[in-house]
């Protein structure tokens, strides 16, 4: 089983930008479809934006496309995910998850598509 960590949370006021990472611990990283969502307390856990093995195909959500943007780096085993003029309705924990490297698709915006995830990183953005 691959093992994903997510990383570079944190606090910080509304209109700042954030990047989080997630790197995997083993395995072939270009196999897996890959996503980032997010949970605010009392909330379901919502997509945020997905991306192919190759990284050639990406799909954001209507809430963040255009200010946050996927990416992943395969020779690193990477996955980001770039944030900028953050609001405070981002507020969430973000998940970083892998598909599997025997799915098919390109990208997956149903969180059932993906068979790993990390622990989270908390993002809090207030004034």
């Known amino acids: 089983q691959v093992q994903l960590v997510e990383s570079g949370g944190g606090l910080v006021q509304p209109g700042a930008s954030l990047r989080l990472s997630c790197k995997a611990s083993e395995g072939i990283f270009g196999a897996y479809i890959m996503g980032w969502f997010r949970q605010a307390p009392g909330k379901e856990r919502e997509f945020v934006a997905s991306?192919?093995?190759?990284?050639?195909?990406?799909s954001h959500a209507d809430s963040v496309r255009g200010r946050f943007t996927i990416s992943r780096d395969n020779v690193k085993g990477e996955l980001r995910l770039q944030m900028h003029n953050l609001r405070p309705e981002d507020t969430a924990v973000y998940f970083c998850?892998?598909?599997?490297?025997?799915?098919?698709?390109?990208?997956?915006?149903?969180?059932?598509?993906?068979?790993?995830w990390g622990q989270g990183t908390q993002v809090t953005v207030s004034s």
């Open positions: 991306i192919s093995r190759a990284g050639g195909s990406t």
């Open positions: 998850a892998a598909s599997g490297p025997g799915r098919i698709g390109s990208t997956f915006t149903n969180p059932a598509n993906y068979a790993f």
